[in-house]
């Protein structure tokens, strides 16, 4: 499980690094958040999953 997390990790900052290259000298900002970032979705789907997120509070204070 752990390496399976630093290896989605590591992908995810190559694909940052990439676009930070592509995107660095862009004459014009972009239109759409989702044309600078892919965005990943959490999806909890088991109830087990589910039991005590709200513990964690809000991410923003």
């Known amino acids: 499980l752990l390496e399976d997390s630093v290896k989605s990790i ?8 990439e676009k930070l290259k592509e995107l ?5 900002p972009s239109e759409k958040l989702s044309t ?3 965005p990943s ?5 088991k109830e087990e999953d589910k039991v005590g ?3 964690l509070g809000p ?3």
């Not at 660095?24 to 014009?28: E, G, L, M």
């Not at 979705?41 to 789907?45: E, F, G, M, Q, S």
């Open 24 to 28: 660095r000298f862009a004459s014009s």
């Open 59 to 61: 991410f923003y204070k």
């Open 53 to 55: 997120i709200h513990q």
């Open 10 to 17: 590591s992908a995810l900052r190559d694909e940052h690094m």
């Open 41 to 45: 979705i959490l999806k909890l789907v």
């Open 36 to 38: 600078v970032i892919n």
